[in-house]
Structures are given as C-alpha cells and as structure tokens.
C-alpha cells in the first residue's frame, strides 16, 4: 500500500494518510465518495448485541453510519457473554467487530491500586483486561487511519495509543463525571481518566455546543474541541412504524384509557437524570391536565425510590413504571402512543399539553429539524470531517 507523509496538527508527527488509487478498503461495494475512505479504529465499552445506554446506541449507529459513507470500522468492545442481550446485531461489511474476552485480575488491585479503584472491584477488573487487549490488537492493525475511544471506559487504551504518537487519537466524550453525579461528586479517578486523555488525545469530539463550553470552562484545550450531534434513524423513528392496534394494547397494557394524553419518559433511571425531581413534579402537571399519565421506561438504582416516592405523592394511579429493557420496536411504539416527551420543567409539559393542535405543529417542526440536522448520515459525515482534518493537517 502506497502512502504520503502528511504532519498531524498537534503532535507535530508524520502520520500515514492514504492515497486513493491503493486504497485496500475502497471495495467494488464501496458508494462512491469525493474524499479518500478511512480507515478508524473504534474502542467502546457497549455494542449490539448488549446496550444498556446511549454509549451503546451512538456506538451502533455511528459505526454504521461511517461504514454507509465508505470508511472501514474496526470496533473493540467487551465480549459479553453472560450480559443481557437487549438488540439484534445487523452485520455490515464495512464494519470488522473483535469481541475481547474478560478475565479477573482483581488478585493484584490490593498492591497496585488507591482506595477509590479498589473498591471497583470487578468492573475495573474487566475495565483494565478489556482495555489492554484492545490496546494490543489496535497496535497490530496494520493501516489505521484514526482511533477513536469512547468516553473514559476506552480511556486507558487511548491513553497508551497516544503515547504511540503513530496514528491520531481522537477522544469521543458523551457526558463528563462533574455532569453525571450532581453537586461535584462522583469518583476522583474517572474524573483523572477524562482530564487525561482530553491533554493527550490529537481532538475531542463532544455532543452539544452546550457540552463543549462546559469543557472549556473546566479548562479543557478549546483548539481541540469539535462538536458534532448525535443523530436518529429517521427510517426507523417516524410515524405510522407501529400501528394503531399496537399502540391501543400497549395502552390497556398500562390501564391508560384512549384519547386522554401520555407523558414519556425512557431513559436509564439514575440520579443525574432528575428522575425524583420527574416524579415531585406530576402533581402540578395533574393539577392542569387531571386525565394525564406519565409512562416511565426504564432501569436504574433509582426505581426503588422513585416507586416509593409515586405511592407517598398518591399519583400511582396515572404514573406507569416499566423498570425494563425493551426492543426497540418496542421503545417506538412507546413514542408512538405518547403525545409529548418529558420537558425540563412541569409548566412546559402544561404549556404542551394545552392546546393539542399546536402539540402537533410544534411535533411536525421537530420531524423537519431532525431530517435536516440530527440524521446518523450527518453526524457521520461532520465525525469524519473532524478525523480527516488530522490527517490534513487543518484542523488548527
């Protein structure tokens, strides 16, 4: 394979970029593109056939999305036997998954380790062997363009990968620990990984230009720092995919009665997602709007509470847990059967809810938004950009 000598934007270092007449992963099946195909290797803590989260999701969808535009993905993620499997994974040819096995080393922690690591126990057990292996085998990946790690969980392969100095790093941080545990806490060492690998990754690519200013205001590089939103399939999320007969059993389902209108909230049920704040705020929403219900899906160390917090308020009649994974089919014909998604504030959902006409005018502008800003072939094509600005030396 041929190749030219270009100089990567910060480190100063010559880094391989391809020439397209010998490009290996430019196959006969390849769409046809205006720019040389890439070839990214990809770290990720969850992917299909096990989500838990949005990680896994973005992982998903984003590899796929890279692949659809021509690019070859090398994904490393957990081998997850014995995890719940909540996805069906879609093979694509363009996109290469290793699934590293797990091991348990935690035998050494009480010699190598501080209190706050120790007391991870296993998961970093499974943190550091998965990250290690993946480290090895993106080192013996002959041809890679770029590496991205997603969030600290992939940091400790980054980590090791940018002292390489051989191909460029770019860190891919979706939300950071000062965020996820309200009121500054949270753990020291995960914080550490994040500020680490933000110095030494080549650029970060975050979700939101609210997400960026946070960082730069924890004093992160702003030089580094790209956004680039996260997308949806707007194929598979759009109106009509579940129909009417699904959408009225999974009403009965939860004892809500047709035509009275449903509050949605899906999402992990963790404090940082203001999920006991969510449940404080129904009486106030039932005050204005008495037939309303809220359904709420998914799982979390918060259910618990948030059950005993729904019986002390008397409102177990009109809010609905579900403390579950479910398919995605299933998620959408949630989204179906709701008529609004959970707002910031108890006096939006009441401003929502009030005049349903313009629910559905503000419902049909939001659809049009999302087709020409938030579709997985757009985020695609802006992370690319952002990794080949590496390899061209722009992005400073």
Request: hydrophobic share 40%; aromatic share 6%.
């Amino acid at each position: 394979m041929r190749t030219r000598r270009t100089t990567s934007p910060f480190r100063g270092k010559p880094v391989r970029a391809v020439v397209p007449a010998t490009r290996q992963s430019a196959t006969a099946d390849a769409p046809d593109m205006k720019e040389v195909p890439m070839r990214i290797a990809h770290h990720t803590w969850e992917f299909p056939p096990t989500i838990v989260g949005g990680l896994g999701t973005y992982s998903q969808c984003i590899t796929t999305a890279l692949a659809d535009l021509g690019h070859e993905v090398h994904v490393w993620s957990p081998d997850q036997v014995g995890w719940p499997k909540t996805v069906v994974p879609v093979p694509h040819p363009r996109v290469h998954v290793r699934r590293l096995p797990l091991f348990d080393i935690t035998g050494v922690f009480p010699h190598l380790l501080n209190d706050d690591l120790r007391n991870w126990g296993g998961y970093l057990s499974d943190l550091i062997t998965f990250n290690l292996q993946a480290t090895g085998e993106t080192r013996l990946t002959e041809g890679l363009d770029v590496i991205a790690v997603q969030d600290w969980l992939s940091a400790i392969a980054g980590l090791s990968l940018a002292k390489d100095r051989k191909v460029p790093v770019v860190f891919h941080i979706h939300s950071a620990e000062w965020g996820r545990q309200p009121g500054g806490g949270g753990s020291a060492s995960v914080r550490n990984f994040e500020a680490s690998m933000a110095h030494h990754a080549d650029a970060i690519v975050t979700v939101s230009h609210a997400m960026r200013e946070d960082l730069i205001a924890h004093g992160w590089d702003a030089g580094k720092i790209h956004t680039v939103w996260n997308g949806v399939d707007p194929k598979r999320y759009r109106p009509g995919i579940a129909t009417t007969a699904e959408t009225v059993a999974l009403r009965a389902r939860y004892g809500i009665p047709n035509r009275v209108p449903v509050i949605l909230f899906v999402g992990r049920l963790v404090p940082e997602k203001g999920v006991l704040p969510m449940i404080d705020a129904v009486p106030s929403v039932l005050a204005s709007n008495p037939d309303a219900h809220l359904v709420v899906l998914g799982a979390g160390q918060m259910e618990g509470p948030m059950r005993t917090r729904i019986a002390d308020l008397g409102v177990s009649g009109q809010v609905h847990m579900r403390a579950e994974l479910v398919s995605e089919h299933e998620r959408i014909v949630h989204f179906e059967m709701c008529d609004v998604g959970l707002a910031d504030i108890a006096w939006g959902l009441n401003e929502a809810l009030s005049d349903r006409d313009r629910l559905a005018t503000w419902g049909a502008n939001g659809r049009a938004r999302v087709l020409a800003e938030f579709t997985w072939e757009i985020a695609a094509k802006k992370t690319a950009e952002t990794y080949r600005t590496l390899l061209s030396g722009t992005s400073h």
